[in-house]
């Protein structure tokens, strides 16, 4: 008898499982806001203001090399009036150099001014 309790015992017996602990930080929210409020305002205002600028210097930057690209174009057109083939090759390459640059400026522009 003895045997037959301690049997039915551990067949009937209820195991114990322990459950894991996991603690919330309700605050987490609260905290990381706070730190974006105190680094965000001023750090982004700064940044922008700093983006402005370079907007501001490539419009200048913009118009110069427009300005001279024109005036390189002219040229061209001036020494293949004149049938100087060596001075129009010579401008059509410094024209290709100063279009690249006049695009890439547009360019960098254009994606500064959308920010």
Do not use: C, P
């Not at 905290?31 to 409020?37: P, T, V």
């Not at 040229?75 to 390459?93: C, F, I, P, Q």
Request: aromatic share 8%; hydrophobic share 30%.
């Amino acid at each position: 008898m003895n045997t037959q309790r301690e049997v039915f015992k551990r067949l009937f017996k209820e195991e114990k499982t322990e459950l894991e602990t996991h603690k919330i930080d309700l605050g987490l929210v609260d905290k990381l806001e706070s730190k974006y409020k105190s680094l965000g305002k001023s750090d982004v205002g700064n940044y922008l203001s700093q983006v402005n600028k370079i907007v501001s210097n490539l419009k200048g930057a913009i118009e110069k090399t427009g300005d001279l690209k024109d005036e390189v174009k002219k040229a061209v057109n001036g020494y293949g009036s004149m049938g100087d083939t060596d001075n129009k090759k010579l401008a059509e390459r410094l024209f290709n150099d100063v279009n690249s640059d006049f695009e890439e400026l547009v360019f960098i522009y254009q994606k500064l001014k959308s920010i």
